[in-house]
C-alpha cells in the first residue's frame, strides 16, 4: 500500500471512531433525560404515598386517643407510676439527679399529643401534684416544624419555689466540684424546659414520645436490679450454707466411724 492510501485509511478510521463517539454522547444524552423523566415519576409517587400514609396516621391516632385517656385513669391508681417508669429507662435515667427524682415523684400524669397534621410537630404535658418544688400544675413542651421544615421549641416558665430551683443548684454543685463531679451528677432533668437551643435533636423528647409514651408499663415493670442482685446473692449464701453442712456431716460420720473402731478394740480387749 502506498503512503498516501496509507493516510487515507487511517483519516477514514479516525473519522468512523468520532462519528460513534457522537452517536455515543447523543444516546448518553437521551438516556439521562429518561432517567430524569423516571426518575420525576418516581418523586411524584413517593409523594402521594407520603400524603397516603399521613391520612392513615391521622386516622389511627384519633382512634387511639380513647385508649389513652382510658390508660391515663388505670396508671392513676399506682402510686409514683411515672418516676418509676422514667427511672428505669436507660436514657432517662442518666438524666435525673437525686433531687430531680424526688421532685418527679409528685408526677401523676403524662400525655402526649400530636398535632393534626402529625408533621408539624408534637406537645408533652407533665402534669403535677402539689409539691415543695414549683407553682406549676402542669409543665409543657412543644415542637414545631415551620412551613419551610425548620424546628423550634417552646415550654412552660417554671416558677420555682424559693431556694427550690433545681436548675441553679445543678450548677453550682458542678461548679465547685469541678470537672469529675461533671460527669458524675448530670444537669437537672428540668433545665430541659429551658433548652431549646437544638429543638431538631431534642433527644429527650423523642424518647418520651416514640419509645415511653407508646407502651409506658413495659419500663414500669422492668425489674430492680439491685433486687434482683439481692437474691443471687441470697441464692451463694444458701448453697455455702449447705455446703458448710455437708461438710459438718462428712465430719461427724468420720468421728462416728473412729468411735466404732474405738470400741471394738475395747471389746477385744475385754475377751482376751
Known sequence: M???????????LNSNHDGADETSEKEQQEAIEHIDEVQNEIDRLNEQASEEILKVE????????????????LIAKIPNFWVTTFVNHPQVSALLGEEDEEALHYLSRVEVTEFEDIKSGYRIDFYFDENPYFENKVLSKEFHLNESGDPSSKSTELKWKSGKDLTKRSSQSQNKAGRKRQHEEPESFFTWFTDHAD???????????????????QYYLVPDMDDEEGEGDDDEEDEEGLEDIDEEGDEDGEDDDDDDGEDGEDEDGEDD
Open 2 to 12: 502506498s503512503a498516501s492510501a496509507a493516510k487515507a485509511s487511517k483519516k477514514e
Open 58 to 73: 391521622q386516622k389511627y391516632n384519633k382512634l387511639r386517643q380513647p385508649f389513652f385517656q382510658k390508660r391515663s385513669e
Open 199 to 217: 429543638a431538631g435533636a431534642d433527644e429527650l423528647g423523642e424518647v418520651i414520645k416514640d419509645d415511653i409514651w407508646p407502651n409506658p408499663l
